[in-house]
């Protein structure tokens, strides 16, 4: 979770932030470039009516003063009349008394301002070109809808005013501002001349006009004048200049915001492949096994594939390193990884995860034809380098495609690829103990298997409490006199939860899990309690062998440990025999000897348990200051006499006892089988020929008697 929350947050840096702050700029960029745009043009229809509205009221003064003296107000009318304006003249009642062009107003006068300027006005709209109203707030607004229908034409308007004047194409250039048809193509033409006069002839059809009324002194009368907003080339071309520059200027931050952009991405980028890659492989890592292949599994349209989930372990990698070097083995793995990714398909996926191991994700349609192409796979990594062989265990969790009830395939977005692969590795692990190469499918008897390990790991410690725990004791016997001569404790669980378990079924998960070294003091402390209470009523006890786990002898100290636990008991020293294992030999010789050679001192016999399951059992005969030598139950299962197994039984006593050691005979079943070893002088028989494990109450009565013919 934690490497998906970190690509998260590499997937939004440098990336999103400046898209965005790109979308933004560029928006407001537009606004205020249109807002611009709107003001500037208000701005000039405001400042070049109110001109015009200026010169109104200098007529209406000059009226007033001409309607004072009556003699003047004809030649004063007559003087207006070459102005060049169209205005009216209106007396109190609204009536036109004079009138100089057309009277195109609407009947309604209106109260209005501009939105730059204060000053209220007293308007009319014009009846034929509406490109000026007013609105409800009273303000004089520019139509620009009817504007821009305006310029969708003006290039043919342009063309004709062009054609009026006698003008032929060729010399100055000139690019229109609005698209000529509906497929948006700019208007442009190249005309003699003076341009000036066939741009104006053309503007003046945009005359945008409004009428002013101007009060005429206190006469009642109005002064009221056409007043026209028209374009001149000077204020276009500023115009064009002023929205140019700030396009520009638009256009250079959009393209700088856009390089920091392509260049935020590309870093991004590289830090996602930083993120994703191997350092050792150059290929895919752990994280991107992890993200790509959850996705991968998780996508809609996978739903109908089944994936492999495939943990690969490289089984000598550790050993090539150490005859060779880590360098090297680095390159063994860049060769493995080559291989797995030339051998994967379109959505299949290989990562190397960390030291020898690999994680794939595979297409199959079916197990077998899955395990042949990992059979085939694992062939070719074995001979990945032509001067070695080595081996490739592989665990494989199956993503079958699972369906409702109408065959619908199942979506897979709760699949935590992370469980999935942990299932692959355990059933990886299965294999553990082997270095030859394999494969192992996750299947529904390791999830047992665990499900066992969990219940017994959880329940260890109050079992110890509780004393859940039984010992139980097998005699050994003299096969010549059939006297009780020995005992060997073992465990048995009593459990409340799990009900009677045997030592098979939880001794193995104790010894990986560590807890075996509370169990060897557990039955050191039972055993010699038993032993010392069994004394104290007057029962001929016979020394009892316990079990002491190859893990309890990596303490310096195990020998004083055994003494005071026995010492606690107040039982004595050669009623207990310790009992190691011959693996447990392969571990510190040196540390062995001193250890056994201080509960020797101790008084406590000590014996090796499975002679000849091992390869060193003879070499550790030699350097063992051994008390009892203990023959593997292997060499009478099956055995006949005259067969080289007795052959070897035979020698074995006669070495033990060269060397003043006793011999214990377990596993022995059958009748003919301890006619041969009394004859061949082994001291003790331990096995179902004589008796089984049994409780400490069943063994009392063994003491009792002393004595049990096996043919009974």
């Known amino acids: 979770m934690k490497n998906k929350e970190v690509y998260r947050k590499i997937r939004k840096t440098n990336t999103w932030g400046t898209l965005i702050a790109l979308i933004i700029f560029f928006s407001i960029s537009m606004m205020l470039i249109a807002i611009s745009v709107v003001g500037f043009l208000n701005y000039m229809v405001e400042a070049k009516m109110m001109a015009q509205y200026h010169a109104f009221e200098s007529y209406a003064r000059m009226s007033e003063d001409a309607a004072a003296k009556k003699s003047d107000q004809a030649n004063f009318y007559k003087c207006l009349d070459k102005c060049g304006y169209e205005f009216l003249v209106l007396n109190d009642a609204g009536q036109v008394i004079h009138r100089v062009g057309a009277d195109t107003r609407d009947s309604e006068m209106l109260d209005g301002k501009f939105g730059f300027l204060s000053q209220e006005l007293k308007v009319f709209r014009d009846q034929d070109q509406k490109y000026l109203h007013v609105n409800d707030g009273g303000y004089i607004n520019i139509d620009y809808g009817k504007i821009f229908a305006w310029f969708r034409t003006a290039d043919e308007r342009l063309e004709a005013a062009i054609e009026d004047d006698g003008y032929e194409p060729g010399g100055l250039y000139i690019s229109g501002i609005g698209p000529s048809d509906e497929e948006g193509v700019f208007f442009s033409y190249t005309v003699e001349g003076n341009f000036d006069e066939q741009f104006t002839k053309a503007a003046s059809e945009l005359n945008a006009p409004l009428w002013m009324a101007v009060p005429i002194g206190e006469t009642g009368y109005s002064f009221v004048g056409k007043s026209y907003f028209t374009v001149d080339i000077q204020e276009m071309t500023l115009f064009l200049e002023v929205a140019g ?5 638009v256009v250079i931050m959009i393209f700088v915001l856009l390089g920091f952009t392509i260049s935020g991405i590309r870093r991004q980028r590289k830090v996602v492949n930083y993120f994703f890659t191997d350092p050792v492989t150059m290929g895919h890592n752990q994280m991107y096994f992890q993200i790509k292949g959850e996705q991968m599994i998780r996508r809609s349209r996978n739903r109908t594939i089944g994936f492999a989930v495939v943990n690969l372990v490289f089984v000598n990698y550790r050993n090539y390193c150490v005859c060779h070097s880590v360098k090297q083995g680095d390159i063994i793995l860049k060769k493995i990884y080559d291989v797995l990714r030339r051998e994967t398909k379109s959505r299949e996926i290989v990562a190397h995860l960390s030291s020898s191991s690999f994680a ?49 395939a199942l979506s897979r977005k709760r699949v935590e690829l992370s469980s999935e692969y942990n299932n ?56 010549q006199t059939n006297e009780l001569s020995g005992a060997e404790a073992l465990i048995r669980w009593q459990s409340p939860d799990l009900g009677f378990v045997t030592p098979f079924k939880f001794i193995p998960i104790f010894e990986k899990n560590g807890f075996i070294t509370e169990i060897d003091h557990y039955m050191i402390t039972h055993v010699a309690r038993d032993q010392k209470r069994w004394k104290d009523q007057g029962y001929k006890c016979v020394p009892v062998s316990v079990n002491v786990s190859r893990a309890h002898f990596i303490e ?45 001192n101790y008084g406590f016999s000590v014996s090796m348990d499975d002679f000849g399951a091992g390869y060193s059992s003879l070499n550790s005969l030699k350097d063992m200051p051994l008390d009892v030598l203990k023959l ?46 009394a004859a061949e002088g082994c001291d003790m028989i331990q096995g179902y020929a004589y008796a089984k494990p049994m409780e400490a109450a069943d063994y009392e009565e063994r003491m009792r008697t002393g004595h049990h013919d096996p043919a009974e």
């Open 632 to 677: 593997d139950a292997e060499f009478f299962r099956g055995s006949e006499a005259g067969d080289r197994g007795q052959i070897v039984v035979a020698e074995a006593i006669r070495l033990a006892r060269s060397l003043n050691m006793r011999t214990v005979a377990e596993g022995v079943e059958v009748r003919d089988q301890v006619d041969f070893l």
């Open 556 to 600: 310096s100290d195990l020998a004083e440990q055994i003494r005071d636990l026995v010492d606690a008991e107040n039982c004595p020293h050669d009623l207990i025999e310790i009992e190691l294992t011959e693996s447990a030999f392969f571990d510190d010789k040196k540390a062995m000897i001193e250890t056994i050679t201080r509960l020797k």
């Open 245 to 249: 520059f700030m396009i520009v200027i």
């Open 360 to 408: 794939l994700i595979l297409r199959y349609d079916n197990q077998e034809n899955l395990r042949a192409r990992l059979e085939a796979l694992i062939h070719q990594l074995e001979a990945v380098e032509a001067d070695h062989r080595f081996a490739f265990q592989v665990g494989v969790s199956l993503l079958d495609v699972k369906r409702n009830d109408k065959g619908k």
């Open 424 to 479: 692959a590795v355990t059933a990886r692990s299965v294999m553990a103990d082997s270095e030859d190469s394999g494969i192992s499918f996750f299947d529904e008897k390791i999830v047992e298997d665990r499900r066992w390990q969990d219940a017994v790991t959880e329940r260890q410690k109050i079992a110890i409490q509780n004393e859940e725990f039984k010992v139980y004791y097998q005699p050994k016997y003299n096969p």
